[in-house]
């Protein structure tokens, strides 16, 4: 059973900084890929970064290069998001996403998805 519990949403000013947290559960298998998505009124779900934990690659939007990183704990079994000069449009509910593999930032690919949490950032 795949499980994935996220954490640490909130609202911040322009220019801060939060830290999402995942705790994930399940086979390795099921978790080629480990990903962060957000969604906001209106529009689709977006890839905002994403791991490939068999082959250590990992991957950015370009709106968020630079601002974002990904990363994992292996021994607490949690994958982060570091979410630094947060801007209004950074505004979303995020998901955490495990999946087999394949283009990191198509939604099909992620078969296991978290609640959410979400992240609002005011000017």
């Known amino acids: 059973q795949v499980q994935l519990v996220e954490s640490g949403g909130g609202s911040v000013q322009a220019g801060g900084s939060l830290r999402l947290s995942c705790a994930y559960s399940?086979?390795?298998?099921?978790?080629?890929?480990l990903g962060w998505f957000r969604q906001s009124p209106g529009k689709e779900r977006e890839g905002v970064a994403s791991l490939h934990t068999f082959a250590g690659h990992i991957y950015y939007a370009d709106s968020v290069k630079g601002r974002f990183t990904i990363s994992q704990d292996n021994a607490k079994k949690t994958v982060y998001l570091l979410m630094d000069n947060l801007k209004v449009e950074d505004t979303a509910m995020y998901y955490c996403?495990?999946?087999?593999?394949?283009?990191?930032?198509?939604?099909?690919?992620?078969?296991?998805w978290g609640q959410g949490t979400q992240v609002t950032v005011s000017s």
């Open positions: 996403a495990a999946g087999w593999g394949g283009l990191w930032s198509y939604t099909e690919n992620y078969n296991y």
């Open positions: 399940g086979p390795a298998k099921t978790r080629v890929l």
